[in-house]
């Protein structure tokens, strides 16, 4: 069980999720007064040096957490990845991009692309409630596409790309629940959007990394907040301060553990061991095919749904947040993105095989 | 001088903005845990119940404070005010809209819409540098336009208009910069929007309010994201959580000073001390004409440039903070929002004085 001192207990939220608890007391300490500014970080001109100076560290972070040469722009932007939807064919859509439809994000991010053009359904796991990742000899890819788009990990139905697909087309990838969970095959990429609010900050913030040779193909004649080219060229309008300022901490967490080579060391570990208890156990059951099942968030049924209530009640009284899945696929989801401890996993583990031995 | 003990220091930051001290104090009392949740507000849901009661708590605040009926919606979106030049017009720019040109951001507002459709404009002020509010009997103005868009306060000039315009068709403003800070005739306008980071929380929050029977009349088919019927009719996606939070915290604070009567007194009081210094010395001179002068931004020069960037590092050194105009104007700029308490504006003046005796 947790140490509960503090009143933190462990966080299992799909998002907004768990960030490192060295963050929030970091953030604490900087109430009311950022260093030397004379005022909280909130009241500080985005223009300032400090600000600048944070952004500038942020930026700096990721380069050397993903190995991004100075062909990749960095965006930080509000609206959301859902806002991505629109703005990713928006600017790249001329005559044709492709879709795989692997889940709830994905079926929204098509729809905003066939608004505005032709976006093809490449593969689609609609058919099994989204509970596996096509495998890639079916899929209908169109070599002459603007770029592929895929979500590379279904935060609702708790399945996972394993590898960077293959194309021959940019990738373009919504990132926003794996994005810096594991190393990935960069040079397939040309564009990767992620909500800050599973792995990476607060909600509010947009991380947006675009190659250059990717932007500038975009279209001309934009909406000026709607065009990347607005934004890679200088900081246009106030960005969301504190959501940046609280990524760069996690970011700096990121690397004093090692990086993401070492986090995703963790993350297979966290999974396997939970996956394996599902699996050596005839009362929990994965929903996820085996060979697609996310490392961020993992799925599972119980016999049923009184005791999915039963479970998720208990886990709550003994400092398990948030177990509850989505009500799409229901029963249970553990959501173990990089600020989800390993302790955490082993706690709920051995709450799960308290939890059989007095119920199964 | 301010009480240094804390490290915060007086500030005229022209946004992000200062805070209510009690604000940030409550913000640092809840981390990392907010109350019963065994999480930071940063760490919850946005469909907990928790995070759901923040956002009612913040509607039902601001209902109360501005006195709005249930025809009038109020949402809470990422993306800045910048966004909503672009939104505006995608939603409701058919035949025809009025645009008043009295800025920097009034600018920007008519060129997005000009992308989109016929955006005429009714009166400008750049002959001289945005200097003044044109008056009434020379604006343009077309029965017929979908709409009139005005900024109610414009934060680089430090001119404002001194009350609602009067159209035959509905308002459209952008209250960035003074939004809250004084009672406007609410019947006059179809929709209103103002990015936080002025008078009303930390950057990263849009507050948009409009009315039903406007609404009504946008189009259809629109990206999803952009369509404010998506967010009028339900939470679509995460919010900007952390903002929202401290917005809430803003509201009550501003209900606990007795609402917007009582801090328009104040606000009135604070700007017509610092104007009246201006006035009374033959060192200091106003940039904007006196029937346009803003009670939020004062905006001031000196004899010489010399002596401007002496006066903003004297002030700085005295805890006088952020006092450097905007590049587009020159001088010193004093953004005296909400969230500035009338001592602050005394030790400026204070400060001013001491200034022109030793320099002028």
Same mark, same amino acid.
């Given at each position: 069980m947790p140490d509960t001192s503090s009143g933190r207990l462990y966080n299992f939220s799909a998002g907004p999720g768990a960030l490192p608890v060295e963050v929030i007391q970091a953030v604490r300490a900087e109430l009311p007064v950022y260093r030397k500014t004379g005022a909280s970080v909130m009241e500080i001109s985005h223009r300032s040096e400090e600000y600048i100076s944070i952004e500038a560290s942020a930026r700096a972070l990721l380069r050397r957490l993903m190995g991004l040469e100075e062909d990749w722009h960095i965006l930080f932007l509000g +609206? +959301? %990845?859902?806002m991505q939807f629109h703005q990713v064919p928006l600017n790249f859509l001329t005559h044709s991009a492709d879709y795989l439809v692997t889940g709830t994000w994905a079926r929204k991010a098509i729809a905003e692309a066939a608004k505005l053009g032709h976006a093809r359904k490449v593969a689609s796991s609609e058919d099994a409630n989204f509970s596996y990742i096509p495998v890639r000899d079916t899929w209908d890819l169109n070599p002459d596409s603007v770029y592929l788009h895929f979500t590379s990990n279904n935060t609702v139905y708790g399945t996972q790309f394993r590898e960077s697909p293959k194309a021959s087309v940019p990738l373009v990838c919504d990132a926003s629940s794996d994005f810096l969970s594991r190393s990935i095959e !960069? $040079?397939?990429?040309g564009l990767i959007y992620a +909500?800050?609010?599973? $792995?990476? +900050? @607060?909600?509010g913030a947009t991380i947006i990394l675009i190659k250059d040779n990717f932007l500038a193909r975009r279209k001309s004649g934009l909406p000026t907040m709607l065009d990347y080219g607005t934004h890679t060229a200088k900081c246009f309008n106030t960005p969301p301060v504190f959501a940046v300022y609280v990524v760069e901490k996690v970011l700096r967490w990121l690397e004093d553990q090692g990086g993401i080579r070492a986090i995703e060391a963790v993350n297979s570990r966290k999974a396997a061991l939970l996956y394996n208890t599902i699996d050596a156990s005839g009362f929990y059951h994965g929903t996820a095919a085996p060979d697609s099942r996310s490392r961020m968030n993992v799925t599972f049924r119980l016999p049923n749904a009184e005791l999915e209530n039963q479970f998720v009640d208990e886990a709550r009284d003994g400092g !398990? !947040? %948030? !177990?509850k899945g989505h009500r799409s696929v229901g029963g249970i989801r553990a959501s173990i993105y990089n %600020?989800? @401890?390993f302790a955490a996993v082993l706690a709920l583990v051995s709450f799960m095989k308290d939890f059989e031995r007095r119920r199964g």
């Open positions: +609206g +959301g %990845a859902s !960069l $040079n397939r990429y +909500g800050a609010q599973k $792995n990476l +900050g @607060p909600a !398990l !947040l %948030a !177990l %600020a989800c @401890p």
